[in-house]
Each structure stands twice: as structure tokens, then as C-alpha cells.
């Protein structure tokens, strides 16, 4: 069992060669937990393999995008992930990008594992206003933001409200963090990339 269960976002398995996926799925700034085994991923991604061209393609990520999105609300899903955290029992759940959506979806259905005592949303590509079971009261949850997301920016134009990892989550539950993303080339996931942000979590 693991103390800390990540949840990956938008785009994973999308590639424009035949490696594999990385097997942090990008929270390679949890390499020390993943490796020690206090950390695990939930793989919900769909691998495919396509043109670089198409990977630059705002229509086809686009595509990509409602799939993906659609892929977080199905049952099958949601029961793998139900049958995930009640496997692991983890104390903390870090969900990323798209991710916090599928764990919203996921807490609308179904009980969370009593074990779970905190939850961070990091960059959640949901709308600031989405609001929270009322059976969340053992859990602490924070919400980590930074204004200056791109893909998150792109989400609000698709989708038409503010997402809560671009300008905070309008929840007294929630517990809204500023943090600065810079230094990596996907903005995006520049958090999850950082082992400080995971040395944070870890000490929660």
C-alpha cells in the first residue's frame, strides 16, 4: 500500500514515437517517492501513437481533449479507481490537470477510503465554482494555482468558465495556494515536476 496516490491529467499516453510512457506519467518530481514506494501512479491515460504534426495540431489535441474528457466521467473509470484506492488505502491523493476532474467525478459517486486525510489539486482543469461532496469533513484539501497556466488558459476558452488551477477555487473548504510555475517547458506541469512541491506533499 502506498501513502500518496497521484492522479494523472490530460494527454499522457500521446506520443509522437514508438518509446514508452514514462513510468512516473509526469510526476517526475515524485522520483524519490515513486522509487520507495510511499508514492503510486493511477493510469487512466489511452496510449496512441501519432504524427508530430498532428501533436502541434490544435484541432486534433483538441479531439484529443473531449475524449479524454468524456474517458473521466465513464464508470469503467471510475471503478478502476474505486477498486485502486480501497487496494492502496493512501493517506494522501495528489490529483493533476484533468485528473481533479475525475476525482471530482469520482467523489459525486462514490465514498472516499476512510484513510484519506488530505487531497491536492494541482492545476485542476475544473471550474472554480465546482462545488464539494458534503462528506469531505475528515479531509483537508488544497488547491495549488498560479494565474500564468497556458493550457489552462486554453481550457477557459474551450470551455467557458475560469478553471480553479488558474484562478483558485471559489470553496471555503479548499484552501487555495499560489505557486509560481517556471522552469520547465510544459508550464503546466511544472509543479508536478518539482521535488520540492513533492517533498511538500510528502510532509503533510
Known sequence: MARIVLIHGYSIGLSATKDPVPSDLRFSGFSDQLKAG??????????????????????FLYQVYTKEKIASESERVLLNLKDFFKAEQPKIIVCHSLGAALLIQFLNRYKLERSVQDIVFVQADLSNKTPLPKDLFQVKLFNIFCYWDPAL???????????????????????NKFVPLFGHWNLHD???SQKQFAQFVSSL
Not at 42 to 50: A, I, L, R, S, V
Not at 153 to 168: D, E, K, R
Open 38 to 59: 510511499e508514492a503510486v501512479v493511477f493510469p487512466w491515460y489511452q496510449e496512441e501513437n501519432h504524427s508530430f504534426l498532428s501533436l502541434i495540431n490544435p484541432f
Open 153 to 175: 488558459m486554453a481550457s477557459w476558452l474551450i470551455n467557458g468558465v475560469q478553471p480553479a488551477g488558474l484562478t483558485g477555487w471559489e470553496q471555503p473548504e479548499v484552501e
Open 190 to 192: 511544472a509543479s508536478i
